[in-house]
């Protein structure tokens, strides 16, 4: 009886998928645990069978292939995850580094899926960015008086990126810094690239995780060295970050620069 109430509760839950999040997890989570008393309880009371091993898998696809066909959805999920999160960030660390790694695997998840079933979208991108700048400017704030400095920095460089070059900032030309071109060849799918972005998401919640001695599992001399290379990725992408703001500012300077006739030139005119 277990998997027909499953299947319910996931037709339940698919209903919510796009307009209340929240139900959709809360369904699917118990559909999911349905799954594992059914089958504890089907070896307990010697009461399985070929045909409901096969349902159950069934099922299973059934609701992942759902899932995984929607998961234009999952930007909206993440800003739950944030926001509960946020919640245990200082009285429950571990309830907090669940939920923060939760939600940023879906941001590979989302990003991947998009890109696999040919849903990506400049929304989603935008939006996508956002949910990330707020997290990890949370974050900032929470580890240090001044990390309000380098989320300043990184909205700052969100502007600087997207409201000039669009969607296109991350391809390079020759007038680059070599630093720079290095750094974002190919997409940042390089190996300075990977060492930049771990700098950039990672390096956050590292220091939480050192200051929380959440890392007590991991030797001393790893953890300095991780958060050694984490720093340099993170000082990699400052350099990126300003050289998109200088060019920035400069384009914005040559749009009002005084003309001929003493008059200047607006990027309105």
Known sequence: ML???RILLVLFAFLFLSNTPVYFIVFYII????????????????QTSKFGAWFDVIIDLFSRGLLWCSLSHVRYVRILLVLFAFLFLSNTPVYFIVFYIISASLDCIDGYTARK??????????????????????????????GYLIIMVEW?????????????????TKDF?????????????????????????????????????????????????????LIIGRLLCLRVELFYNEKYIKYLL??????????????ND
């Open 31 to 46: 559909s999911a645990s349905l799954d594992c008393i059914d089958g504890y309880t089907a070896r307990k009371f010697h």
């Open 254 to 267: 040559d749009e009002e620069r005084p003309e001929t006739n003493g008059n200047y030139k607006s990027r």
């Open 156 to 172: 700052m460089t969100f502007v600087s990126t997207h409201s000039n070059r669009g969607p296109n900032w991350k391809e390079t």
């Open 3 to 5: 998997g027909y109430v």
């Open 177 to 229: 810094p070599f630093i720079v071109q290095k750094v974002m060849s190919n997409g940042f799918h390089s190996p300075l690239g990977s060492i930049t972005i771990a700098g950039l998401h990672v390096l956050p919640i590292w220091l939480y995780g050192l200051q929380e001695n959440l890392l007590y599992f991991i030797p001393i001399y790893l953890q300095y060295f991780i958060l050694l290379i």
């Open 117 to 146: 079933f040919h849903q990506t979208s400049k929304f989603g991108a935008w939006f996508d960015v956002i949910i990330d700048l707020f997290s990890r400017g949370l974050l900032w704030c929470y580890l240090s008086h001044w």
